[in-house]
């Protein structure tokens, strides 16, 4: 039953998507609404790359899963999976998904310091940030710049750096839950499909991390955490997760996340003040135009896409599945995920396949078959 509500919720926001693009395609700004992109079928260099990976891993994922390198080979398989997908694409689209005026790259030349970075969120200002910076904290951006500044500069630095970092969420979180039996499931990730290559992935993997590290050490975990809520505002609604995963010490997370704080202040940024700007900023934009009466429920048929049936079929009561489902259900009241969900869920949606453990081979190719559609038959924006 889950299954058909699902597919019935997938083609309700597509055929009303088709509908309102077709009177005014200024209103959703997503042609391919539920998903932000263009419908145009196509193949690339990447496609049949992607199935024979798709095909290794239905065959062998599970074996491998209790393989004593079970997670090397898993992160090594994510990778695989995420490149070929973007590759159905192409080469000169993946290294230039990061290098327009709206994204990071564009503001990495100019950067100095954090001093002024508040203030040029608001739009309409001369020295305005573009869309991307504005829209989050400075941790992002200090990323690229330091990888810039290490000789790592450029688009295709930038994207395989996104692809690399958000495939750690297949080896975190088999650990943080202990169960290796979702090994296969995670590198089969339709949302692979927006990590690379997206900010959003390599948010995904770093938050990841942070949730295991909490499990062990919770003071390096908060500290991690603490860093994620600087790479997106919307990160700090990993709560529901870290408290699942700190238990009884999330006073040590506490403590290292408002470290994390207290140096961004030190430098010149307080983190509640880009918060309100940031606010500011959205309404300014095409988040002032997007109808909420549209987006509250196609994000959810944005996120079946990205979950896959696989994810669908496994909800379960799942400590870990109920705080990622708590996370996702608060951005989407919050009116502040208005399309694009797809990329700027990826670090809870990816949690919801705790529940896949159980599941058998068929599922897989279910998952697969999921990502090898939406990558085929849409030009995604990232």
């Known amino acids: 039953m889950r299954l058909l509500l699902a597919g019935l919720l997938v083609a309700a926001a597509v055929i009303v998507g088709l509908i309102v693009n077709a009177h005014d395609p200024n209103v959703l700004f997503a042609a391919a609404?539920?998903?932000?992109?263009?419908?145009?079928?196509?193949?690339?260099?990447?496609?049949?790359?992607?199935?024979?990976?798709?095909?290794?891993?239905?065959?062998?994922?599970?074996?491998?899963?209790?393989?004593?390198?079970?997670?090397?080979?898993?992160?090594?398989?994510?990778?695989?999976?995420?490149?070929?997908?973007?590759?159905?694409?192409?080469?000169?689209?993946?290294?230039?998904?990061?290098?327009?005026?709206?994204?990071?790259?564009?503001?990495?030349?100019?950067?100095?310091?954090?001093?002024?970075?508040?203030?040029?969120?608001?739009?309409?200002?001369?020295d305005s940030w573009t869309t991307h910076v504005a829209g989050h904290p400075p941790g992002a951006l200090l990323t690229f710049v330091a990888l810039d500044r290490i000789g790592l500069g450029g688009g295709a630095a930038a994207s395989i750096f996104c692809v690399l970092a958000g495939a750690l969420a297949t080896v975190a979180i088999p650990k943080a839950i202990n169960n290796n039996a979702v090994l296969p499931f995670l590198v089969l990730f339709p949302g692979a499909v927006w990590v690379g290559a997206s900010a959003d992935g390599m948010f995904m993997g770093v938050a990841a991390v942070g949730i295991y590290l909490l499990t062990r050490w919770p003071l390096?975990?908060?500290?991690?955490?603490?860093?994620?809520?600087?790479?997106?505002?919307?990160?700090?609604?990993?709560?529901?997760?870290?408290?699942?995963?700190?238990?009884?010490?999330?006073?040590?997370?506490?403590?290292?996340?408002?470290?994390?704080?207290?140096?961004?202040?030190?430098?010149?940024?307080?983190?509640?003040?880009?918060?309100?700007?940031?606010?500011?900023?959205?309404?300014?934009?095409?988040?002032?135009?997007?109808?909420?009466?549209?987006?509250?429920?196609?994000?959810?048929?944005?996120?079946?896409?990205?979950?896959?049936?696989?994810?669908?079929w496994g909800l379960r009561k799942d400590r870990w599945v109920l705080a990622a489902a708590i996370a996702i259900l608060a951005a989407d009241l919050s009116g502040l995920s208005k399309a694009e969900t797809e990329r700027i869920w990826l670090p809870f949606a990816i949690w919801l396949l705790a529940g896949t453990a159980k599941l058998d081979k068929r599922w897989l190719t279910a998952q697969a078959i999921t990502a090898l559609a939406v990558n085929h038959l849409v030009l995604t924006n990232w």
């Open 33 to 126: 609404a539920p998903l932000f992109g263009d419908w145009q079928p196509h193949v690339g260099p990447g496609t049949p790359a992607a199935i024979l990976i798709a095909s290794l891993v239905v065959a062998k994922g599970p074996e491998l899963a209790q393989h004593r390198r079970a997670l090397l080979i898993a992160y090594v398989a994510s990778v695989a999976w995420t490149f070929s997908l973007a590759m159905i694409d192409g080469w000169g689209r993946f290294v230039t998904r990061l290098t327009t005026e709206d994204e990071y790259l564009h503001e990495v030349p100019g950067f100095i310091d954090l001093t002024t970075f508040a203030a040029r969120i608001p739009d309409f200002q001369p």
């Open 220 to 312: 390096l975990g908060g500290i991690v955490l603490g860093w994620c809520i600087f790479l997106s505002y919307g990160l700090v609604l990993l709560a529901p997760l870290a408290l699942v995963a700190a238990r009884r010490r999330v006073g040590w997370a506490v403590v290292g996340a408002g470290a994390v704080v207290a140096a961004f202040a030190l430098a010149g940024f307080w983190w509640y003040e880009g918060y309100e700007l940031v606010k500011l900023r959205y309404y300014q934009g095409i988040g002032d135009v997007r109808p909420y009466w549209y987006w509250a429920w196609a994000n959810l048929a944005a996120l079946a896409l990205v979950i896959g049936p696989a994810a669908i």
